[in-house]
């Protein structure tokens, strides 16, 4: 089994920052693609980031030149660096990863439980 922990959520004011990370724990073997996503209240989850194992970032229209993702292959790690953040940012952040488990043949994608981000305006 794999499981995948976000840490960092809050409550921060407009402008400011935070920094999320996702560890991806387990049978794991490999992992690929790693990523953010959120969905705020009353809407469907969309993308925030993702990031491949070699570290090419891609990032959705809303967040970039604001949220920063990397991760640490050595550790299955995640991080999504928010800066200038914005009321419309307020949703909860799920982190995702392609795990290639010990025993498999394929990779299979995997969430976290999600952690609130609430900015006030």
């Known amino acids: 089994q794999v499981q995948l922990v976000e840490f960092g959520g809050g409550l921060v004011q407009a402008g400011g920052s935070l920094r999320l990370s996702c560890a991806a724990s387990g049978s794991i073997f490999s992992i690929s693609t790693m990523g953010w996503f959120r969905q705020a209240s009353g809407k469907q989850r969309e993308l925030v980031a993702t990031?491949?194992?070699?570290?090419?970032?891609n990032y959705a229209a809303s967040v970039k030149d604001r949220f920063t993702i990397s991760r640490d292959n050595a550790k299955n790690t995640v991080y999504l660096q928010m800066n200038s953040l914005k009321p419309e940012d307020t949703a909860v952040y799920y982190c995702y990863a392609d795990v290639l488990s010990g025993g498999s043949r394929s990779y299979r994608g995997y969430w976290g439980q999600g952690t609130q981000v609430t900015v006030s305006s």
């Open positions: 990031i491949t194992s070699g570290g090419s970032a």
